[in-house]
């Protein structure tokens, strides 16, 4: 299952598929994540959003009622 999920920092949270985990280890030791991901992720992989999730305080966690 190569389903990456990414959170971004006004709270969107993407879930990638197909994404090969070298791809994925990069974005996150890329000294700039926006620009890998925008050169490497986005627009090449599908992408699904995710709905009813939040980050907090670094966390990702599931939006209560």
């Known amino acids: 299952n190569n389903v990456r999920r990414v959170w971004f920092r006004n709270g969107a949270v ?3 598929l197909d994404v090969p985990y070298k791809a994925y280890a990069m974005l996150i ?4 994540a926006g620009k890998y ?5 986005k627009g090449i ?8 999730y ?9 939006k209560t009622a």
Do not use: M, Q, T
Request: glycine letters at 10%.
């Open 54 to 62: 939040r980050v907090n305080k670094g966390l990702l966690e599931r």
């Open 37 to 41: 991901y925008n050169a490497a992720i």
């Open 29 to 32: 030791a890329w000294p700039s």
């Open 14 to 16: 993407w879930d990638y």
């Open 45 to 52: 992989y599908r992408g699904i959003r995710r709905y009813g």
